[in-house]
């Protein structure tokens, strides 16, 4: 109900206001932004505010560490498996695999954890590693992208890209 349920009224109404849609242009990405930043907002406020989350220094820290561990991991096995020999991606399909296959966002987590663990005391402390993971994916992603970059920029200038033909 609160994943799928609006997911398809949304696609019902938009056969009915496409056109105006597409006059209009609403600022759907802005829109989009401010949704998930008061998602965010409200689960670190649940999260932080609950006084049953038993949560000390050193496990906030080991769970930082965790989650930092396995999104690398993730990023470099992208890497590896997309840039094999016998792999047909190019340098920016590569780029595209690395980010794309890594990236969770809280949007669909949230609401997942709240149905799965509704009524559970400790869903706070469950939802801690999610609300760790979405930051640290925009971290390392804004930090390696200079790196990610370089990288593709030379491995493009020796590949030649195919065009489709008509």
């Not at 695999?97 to 949007?107: A, E, G, N």
């Amino acid at each position: 109900m609160t994943v799928v349920v609006p997911l398809i009224i949304g696609q019902i109404v938009r056969r009915f206001i496409k056109d105006w849609l597409e006059r209009k242009k609403p600022p759907f990405g802005a829109i989009s932004s401010c949704v998930l930043l008061m998602i965010i907002y409200t689960t670190f406020c649940d999260t932080f505010s609950n006084p049953n989350i038993d949560l000390d220094k050193f496990s906030l820290v080991l769970i930082l560490f965790i989650i930092f561990s396995i999104q690398l991991s993730f990023m470099l096995l992208t890497f590896i498996f997309s840039t094999r020999n016998n792999s047909d991606f190019t340098p920016a399909d590569t780029v595209a695999i690395i980010f794309c296959s890594t990236h969770k966002s809280l949007t669909l987590g949230v609401p997942m954890l709240k149905i799965v663990f509704a009524g559970h005391e400790y869903l706070s402390l469950i939802s801690v590693p999610l609300l760790i993971y979405h930051p640290a994916q925009i971290l390392l992603g804004s930090v390696l992208v200079p790196t990610i970059k370089s990288w593709m920029v030379s491995r493009q200038k020796g590949v030649k890209l195919m065009r489709p033909t008509v």
